[in-house]
């Protein structure tokens, strides 16, 4: 394949996310074969059934951009010891109706980062018991719970220490070979 389109998800709305910040910092440590899309997720209804026959053009916004994509990657914070109600609802929105989830089959990353020192350990868990459900195939290891430190993030919105940026160059690459091996 000449090039990977990867759906980049971030579970965030806050202007200022340190999950955003993340997931931009780990786009510039991607191959130059691999093109990067961060998908919209803030304007998405509330999933409810009824509305399974005509979705919102967000949604369908949403389905189409998954499809277009070879890959996935998830950003995601921890909020209350979960997922953030935007990306579960995200999930639901793209997997329905029954029988047509956008997810199914793209392979995918997951990663976050947070203040705490467990990262988003919990979080990425919740996310992995429903990518297992939706029929992502999810890479494993390394996981990555990312504390947020003072110099996670230079200036420029790189990874600002080195230690860190070898360990989510690592992650990177791990991801790049899962996307590889599952899209070819």
Known sequence: MSQY??????????????NRKLADALIKLGPPKFAFKHLTIGDLPLYNQDDDDHPADSVRRLKREIAES??????TPEYNRSMPGVLKNALDQASRPYGQNAWAGKPAGVIGASIGSIGTAISQQHLRISLAYLDVPTLCQPEAFIHVTEDLFDEAGNI???????FLQGWMDRYVEWTRKHVA
């Open 160 to 166: 600002g220490n080195e230690r860190s940026k070898k």
């Open 70 to 75: 070879q890959g996935l990657i998830f950003v």
């Open 5 to 18: 389109q990867i759906a980049v998800v971030v579970g965030s709305l806050r202007r200022e996310s340190f």
